[in-house]
């Protein structure tokens, strides 16, 4: 059944009007990574949306920016072995990226510990070809630390751009790809916590 809401989840996208994507969400809702937060934000004015599937639980998620440099997310878990619960999360951009220097934020995650509240500090700083690199320590989750790296790759300059990211989330390496389907949407697949994971993703 979720194998079959999730097909039918991609192959809608595909007729989504084009736009270029921003941040992937995460499956907390927050912008990230694959399974951790980078200092970017939602740009006003927008917000984002996420079905993601692994053989444990699926999630539908979300975020929105309600003022410059804050973005507020929801997510709705369903794992397969115990109850469906709801996760709250927010992340605030202190300094924007310049050419010299990272962006900065500060969040949390679950804040009203459902599984396990975590604040965290990042920074995020795009380099040449493509590259960015994020790194950030916190509480609960986050306390071992976590780095990231993506790079981007135009596959075809005119409508296909392939992603790859890396991270180690303080407990796990994580591993994805993502590609547009769509002007909407973007797709994506990897695995998370040593586990396949695939998603669907779409900014408006």
Request: proline fraction near 4%; include cysteine.
């Given at each position: 059944?979720?194998k079959?809401?999730?097909t039918?989840?991609?192959?809608?996208?595909?007729v989504?009007?084009?736009?270029a994507?921003e941040a992937?969400?995460?499956?907390?809702g927050?912008?990230?990574?694959?399974?951790?937060?980078?200092?970017?934000?939602?740009?006003?004015?927008?917000?984002?949306?996420?079905?993601q599937?692994?053989?444990d639980?699926?999630?539908i998620?979300?975020?929105?920016?309600?003022?410059?440099?804050?973005?507020?997310a929801?997510?709705?878990w369903?794992?397969?072995?115990?109850d469906?619960f709801?996760?709250?999360?927010a992340k605030?951009?202190i300094?924007p990226?310049?050419v010299?220097s990272?962006?900065?934020?500060?969040?949390?995650?679950d804040?009203?510990?459902?599984?396990?509240?975590?604040?965290?500090?990042v920074?995020?700083?795009?380099?040449?070809?493509?590259?960015k690199?994020?790194?950030g320590?916190g509480?609960?989750?986050?306390?071992?630390?976590?780095?990231g790296?993506?790079?981007?790759?135009?596959?075809?300059?005119?409508?296909?751009n392939l992603?790859?990211?890396?991270?180690?989330?303080?407990?796990?390496?994580?591993?994805?790809m993502?590609?547009?389907?769509?002007?909407?949407?973007?797709?994506e697949?990897?695995v998370?916590d040593?586990?396949?994971?695939a998603?669907?993703?779409?900014?408006?």
């Amino acid at each position: 059944m979720k194998k079959n809401i999730f097909t039918a989840i991609l192959m809608s996208s595909l007729v989504a009007l084009p736009l270029a994507c921003e941040a992937r969400t995460l499956a907390s809702g927050t912008s990230g990574v694959i399974n951790t937060p980078s200092a970017y934000v939602r740009s006003m004015g927008h917000a984002a949306v996420t079905y993601q599937y692994t053989e444990d639980y699926d999630v539908i998620a979300g975020n929105v920016a309600v003022m410059p440099g804050l973005e507020i997310a929801y997510s709705r878990w369903s794992p397969d072995k115990a109850d469906d619960f709801n996760m709250y999360s927010a992340k605030f951009m202190i300094l924007p990226e310049t050419v010299a220097s990272p962006a900065i934020a500060v969040g949390i995650e679950d804040a009203t510990d459902e599984r396990d509240r975590s604040g965290y500090a990042v920074i995020s700083k795009a380099g040449p070809w493509g590259l960015k690199i994020h790194a950030g320590t916190g509480t609960g989750r986050f306390r071992d630390g976590f780095v990231g790296l993506e790079k981007q790759f135009k596959v075809n300059s005119k409508s296909l751009n392939l992603g790859l990211a890396a991270e180690y989330d303080g407990d796990d390496f994580n591993y994805g790809m993502f590609v547009p389907v769509g002007k909407l949407m973007q797709a994506e697949v990897g695995v998370r916590d040593d586990k396949f994971y695939a998603g669907v993703h779409g900014t408006f």
